[in-house]
């Protein structure tokens, strides 16, 4: 029995310092994470061997939300609490310069049980090669492979990504959310404030090696240029632009619908059930997905901040190249903008907003645009580095006449209050 509890603690001691270990050129899970796009080629934590970092995430939000619609079908909100979401996250330091991420999604709105988002591996060094291998190359060179979400737009470092909501100053994400996680390669070149991504991706979300008469596995093919450049102690400049390019006529068209997880705005735009007992609605009402296959989707994200102001933008535009039933694809452009203040001792506290629309056609030939406006005002505290408590208001509108069904004139608005745990 002696010999069992010294070898318990021993095995908790071990973990417990693995927990902390510092992992390198690792974005931290936490308040010290905010507004890192690109993981920095600036690290001074000196390799010793493996390491493993576990962390997680957890989020609770309480919702008081209305809606309505022309039909007046659409099911009566409450104001209650929603499903708590967690992740688990798994970071190994494998070599020098060479690491591994796994993130498992614990608990999610879409899926309540324990799935696998994604995992890479990370390569800032090539001395498993030889020492030194391309040192010059890897002083500015990044690698990163595997089975997860790609480095398209910088929406996606801003983003809730189920219960890690730690760097997101409000509770949704953005109206068309760029994510997907796809088996992928990627190469980073960062140099004094100059930025290279070059990508690519099967453009699938599910795998399998079974080829169909309907499967035409084209790649996806993506890449961000642009600037980063901190000018001085209180000002910071960021400018990219991104680009995907998809001509599978079934691969492609995950880039605004890859998220398992489902939307933060819980139940909106759901239908009372009818005479049969069936109802309208799913995880993801809130968003909006065209669908496009053959798709080209552009991306331009400014990023200003000046000791506590910090604006950061989108301006998006995804057109379909696909013809369905003789009528070509059309195209849709998204435009966001967010201002924040933050304040106080390191700037525990923000105050801010956020402004996003998206309009377009599903088709060419299309009498009449489709339009969503949604605007959300809010703020933050940061308890510590490793809990948020935040809270938002929310109003979005579907406008316009070429909306039909449960999406006529409907609209939702109210108050969210989110608690955040990440480390």
């Known amino acids: 029995m002696k010999r069992t509890i010294i070898l318990l603690l021993c095995t908790m001691s071990t973990m417990l310092s693995a927990q902390f270990s510092h992992i390198q050129y690792m974005r931290p899970n936490d308040q010290n994470g905010l507004n890192i796009f690109e993981e920095s080629k600036m690290d001074s934590t000196p390799y010793s061997g493996l390491k493993v970092k576990l962390g997680g995430d957890f989020a609770l939000q309480f919702q008081g939300l209305n809606q309505s619609n022309n039909l007046n079908n659409l099911v009566e909100l409450g104001n209650n609490l929603n499903l708590p979401t967690a992740n688990l996250n798994l970071d190994v330091q494998l070599l020098d310069g060479v690491r591994m991420h796994l993130r498992t999604y614990l608990s999610s709105r ?39 979400e790609f480095n398209y737009g910088d929406a996606h470092y801003r983003r809730s990504d189920n219960a890690r909501a730690i760097y997101n100053p409000f509770v949704g994400n953005y109206i068309m959310d760029a994510f997907s996680t796809e088996a992928f390669g990627e190469l980073t070149i960062q140099n004094n404030g100059l930025l290279v991504v070059l990508g690519v991706t099967n ?53 605004y619908g ?72 059309g195209s849709f452009t998204q435009i966001g903008a967010e ?24 088709f060419e030939g299309d009498r009449v645009e489709l339009e969503i406006l949604r605007y959300n005002v809010g703020g933050g505290w940061y308890i510590s ?26 609209k939702f608005s109210g108050f969210n209050i989110e608690a955040v745990v990440s480390f």
């Open 110 to 148: 879409h899926h309540n049980e324990s799935w696998i988002k994604g995992g890479h591996l990370t390569i800032d060094k090539l001395d498993f090669i030889k020492p030194g291998f391309l040192k010059g190359f890897m002083n500015h060179a990044t690698l990163t492979l595997g089975l997860d």
């Open 203 to 255: 453009g699938k979300i599910n795998q399998n090696v079974v080829v169909a008469d309907t499967t035409d596995d084209k790649p996806s093919i993506y890449g961000k240029l642009g600037f980063d450049k901190q000018f001085t102690k209180n000002l910071r400049i960021r400018l990219t632009g991104s680009a995907y390019y998809n001509k599978g006529a079934t691969t492609g068209k995950w880039l």
């Open 258 to 329: 890859g998220d398992r997880a489902g939307s933060r705005y819980y139940s909106v735009l759901h239908t009372l059930k009818d005479a049969n007992g069936n109802s309208e609605g799913t995880d993801f009402d809130g968003r909006f997905n065209a669908g496009f296959t053959q798709m080209t989707a552009l991306q331009i994200n400014p990023f200003f901040k000046f000791k506590g102001l910090e604006l950061f933008g989108i301006y998006e535009m995804v057109i379909g190249d696909n013809v369905i039933d003789g009528k070509k694809e």
């Open 339 to 362: 201002m924040l203040i933050r304040f106080g001792k390191q700037e525990k506290f923000y105050l801010g907003g956020r402004y996003n629309t998206v309009n377009g056609k599903r």
């Open 385 to 410: 580095k490793n809990i948020l408590a935040k809270a938002e208001y929310v109003n979005q509108e579907y406008k316009g006449a070429g909306w039909d069904g449960r999406f006529e004139g409907a």
